[in-house]
């Protein structure tokens, strides 16, 4: 999978590269990663990706020539591999569909995607209606730009490609997925067996198997019904 982040601040993108088990993947060569900046296809000596909004009012907008460039960059590079598909145009804004973990998913099967960050007030429109194929957000909540939302979006994806975690199993039977029929992960527990007065549950020392999974689903479904009983469906 190759992922290209279109980005104003490619500093914040690189600490994927380089951290936790994403970082690993990509020694591994499991996943590319690849920034581009805006400012570098200006030609202006100022390097301009903004100005003021038409109609007034307050911030600036991110010019679309210069996010056409880039992104046109892109794909001519991208076009060097034979082998990737055309791919996904995104634009994180909040006005886009709640990213969630079945996009994640289909993302996750895919060759690759470019992420487009907006900042300032956000991105001209026009630039949205002709290249962007998909707008997302990770909540309705609004950020000063599109990058951290780019990295919750990278981690939650790459995370899902086979031979990143060191299990198989481990994100089949994260919160969220389809395995867990949509339900929140059960409570973990680790050594040592007694901390604070607190003890693991027995069941869980016991080694029987059958009984384990049966009392993990029934913690699942409450919790799930405690903390999020929105995401439990009427029966």
């Known amino acids: 999978m190759r992922i290209d982040v279109i980005t104003l601040f490619p500093e914040i993108i690189e600490f994927v590269s380089k951290l936790g088990v994403t970082g690993r993947a ?3 060569d499991i996943w590319q990663i690849k920034t581009w900046n805006p400012r570098d296809y200006t030609s202006d000596i100022h390097h301009t990706v903004d100005d003021r909004p038409y109609g007034g009012g307050p911030g600036m907008v991110m010019m679309a020539e210069p996010l056409k460039l880039a ?3 892109v794909r001519e590079d991208r076009a060097k591999d034979t082998e990737c598909e055309v791919p996904k145009v995104v634009y994180l804004s909040p006005s886009g569909v709640k990213f969630n973990q079945s996009l994640a998913n289909s993302y996750a099967s895919s060759s690759g995607f470019i992420l487009i960050c907006g900042r300032y007030e956000g991105v001209d429109q026009r630039f949205i209606d002709k290249y962007v194929d998909q707008q997302i957000s990770i909540g309705d909540y609004v950020m000063s ?3 951290l939302p ?3 979006m990278i981690d939650c994806i790459v995370r899902l490609i086979p ?3 060191n299990s198989s199993e481990s ?3 994260d919160s969220f997925q389809k395995s867990l029929d949509g339900l929140l992960d059960h409570p973990h527990y680790t050594r040592p067996e007694v901390f604070e007065g607190m003890e693991v549950p027995k069941i869980l020392l016991s080694g029987n198997h059958k009984e384990i999974e049966s009392w993990r689903l ?3 479904k409450r919790i799930t019904a405690l903390y999020r009983p929105d995401l439990i469906s009427d029966e």
């Open 26 to 28: 990509l020694n591994k």
């Open 171 to 173: 994100h089949s039977m």
């Open 71 to 73: 992104l046109e960059a």
């Open 145 to 147: 730009g599109g990058e």
């Open 218 to 220: 029934k913690e699942s």
């Open 150 to 152: 780019a990295l919750v």
């Open 163 to 165: 031979g990143v975690l």
